[in-house]
């Protein structure tokens, strides 16, 4: 009789473990640079909750981190970059990361502390993109959009300064990492900044001299290591994200700065 206890203790313990191994592969270990993008991942974790879905969010301070830690098997998710950034993190270091679905759009906008309109920009202004390749092409076609300058035909998301082919302002345009962007203000006439970047500078985006429209085609996607494409955790979590939950919390918290892409 005592066997048969011990044995079906045995049995109960080996039960209660399978469950808390299930429960440990409920965890989601996804990386975000800090600002809006945690914000609302931070949200869409109280959802996933509900499910026994731990969301365990990582903070990043600059764009390179993110896929690398991802591609070491740190984490099993990122959200925090556009497709043409992540294709040349492929292309320029090899990362098997593929995007699975498309997350929201993050307006990269001009912003000053020097004037506060387009007319205003003074010929020979200074300014400021982003260094890394695709979110200088992005803002450079801002500027474009501005009107403050004009790119070669067929420039489009691979952009550079030399691709400028006519600069009627004579802008200086100066290239800095992405973070130190605000920062640039106090010695430049205006410059692009991601609005991660900017809301953690205190700039207000309704003061941008121009901001990027809802017809933007860099909006944000959510990669994985290509094995994990199908994964079906991974793949619910993104169900949970882009749910009439978490577009009513973004739209009412970032009061129209962050836009949705479902």
């Given amino acids: 009789m005592i066997r048969k206890l011990l044995t079906a203790a045995a049995v109960a313990l080996s039960l ?3 469950q808390a191994d299930a429960d440990t592969g409920k965890v989601i270990r996804i990386g975000v640079t800090a600002g809006p993008y945690a914000d609302i991942l931070r949200y869409a974790g109280t959802i996933a909750a509900k499910e026994g879905i731990e969301l365990r969010i990582t903070e990043f301070t600059d764009y390179t981190q993110p896929n690398a830690a991802l591609a070491q098997d740190d984490l099993d998710i990122n959200n925090f970059q556009h497709q043409p950034y992540l294709d040349n993190q492929v292309a320029q270091r090899g990362y098997d990361i593929v995007s699975i679905a498309k997350s929201i759009i993050v307006p990269i906008g001009l912003y000053s502390s020097k004037v506060t309109s387009l007319d205003q920009i003074r010929d020979g202004a200074s300014a400021a993109i ?7 092409a992005r803002a450079l076609q801002l500027f474009e959009e501005a009107g403050l300058i004009k790119l070669k035909p067929g420039a489009g998301i691979k952009a550079t300064v030399a691709d400028i082919a006519d600069n009627p302002k004579h802008l200086k345009i100066v290239e800095l990492d992405a973070a130190q962007l605000p920062r640039s203000l106090g ?8 609005l991660n970047y900017a809301l953690n500078a205190g700039l207000d985006p309704k003061k941008a001299l121009l901001l990027e429209s809802a017809d933007s085609n860099w909006n944000l996607v959510f990669a994985v290591r290509a094995k994990n494409k199908d994964n079906p955790l991974l793949k619910r979590f993104v169900e949970i994200y882009r749910s009439p939950e978490v577009k009513a919390y973004t739209d009412k918290q970032f ?3 962050i836009l949705t892409t479902w």
Wanted: hydrophobic letters at 25%; zero cysteines.
């Fill in 130 to 136: 982003p260094n890394d390749p695709s979110n200088g």
């Fill in 187 to 194: 010695d430049l006439d205006f410059s692009a900044v991601n």
């Fill in 255 to 257: 009061n129209g700065t």
């Fill in 16 to 18: 209660t473990a399978t």
